[in-house]
């Protein structure tokens, strides 16, 4: 199949979901060889979980069939272009390619875009509407980080 055809698999999820009235209206499918080893759709209406976006359920959904966290061999189609949480998933899933149809631009266009996200990321940390808050840890408990750092070195 070609890159187009895969996009407008990725298109018809979006589709589909939104007609149905399950999400909206987003698709996403994994590609591996020209072959199709995951799809997903916007589940946020469905299941009430802001993470339950197309490309995240793809995302799961591949690296359950292929047993790995790695999915640099593969490519992701997505209807929508990816928004930040999407994105940051796709980055460490060592995409190469991400191909999209509809734009933030047009994502904004209907009430669905994530340019405030986009904003706020781009804000150093104490300008940011949500405060992150670093609360110290005690030193005498267990360390994670420390015991991370020894069995894996």
């Known amino acids: 199949m070609s890159h187009e055809e895969f996009m407008q698999l990725a298109i018809e999820l979006a589709y589909d979901n939104t007609k149905n009235k399950k999400g909206k209206p987003f698709g996403a499918l994994i590609v591996k060889n020209g072959e199709i080893v995951a799809k997903g759709v916007n589940d946020?209406?469905?299941?009430?979980d802001p993470t339950a976006?197309?490309?995240m359920q793809a995302i799961r959904k591949a690296c359950c069939t292929l047993g790995t966290a790695d999915l640099s061999e593969c490519e992701l189609y997505a209807s929508g272009e990816?928004?930040?949480?999407c994105l940051s998933a796709i980055y460490l899933a060592h995409f190469k390619n991400v191909y999209y149809?509809?734009?933030?631009?047009?994502e904004e266009k209907i009430g669905l875009g994530t340019k405030y996200v986009y904003q706020q990321?781009?804000?150093p940390m104490e300008e940011r509407d949500i405060k992150l808050i670093k609360i110290d840890r005690n030193p005498q408990k267990n360390d994670p980080f420390a015991l991370w750092k020894e069995i894996t070195y």
Do not use: F, S
């Not at 946020?44 to 009430?48: C, P, Q, W």
């Not at 990816?82 to 949480?85: A, E, Q, V």
């Not at 149809?101 to 047009?106: C, F, G, L, Q």
């Open 44 to 48: 946020v209406l469905e299941t009430h």
């Open 101 to 106: 149809a509809y734009t933030a631009d047009e």
């Open 82 to 85: 990816p928004c930040p949480m």
């Open 121 to 123: 990321i781009a804000l």
């Open 53 to 55: 976006h197309a490309e």
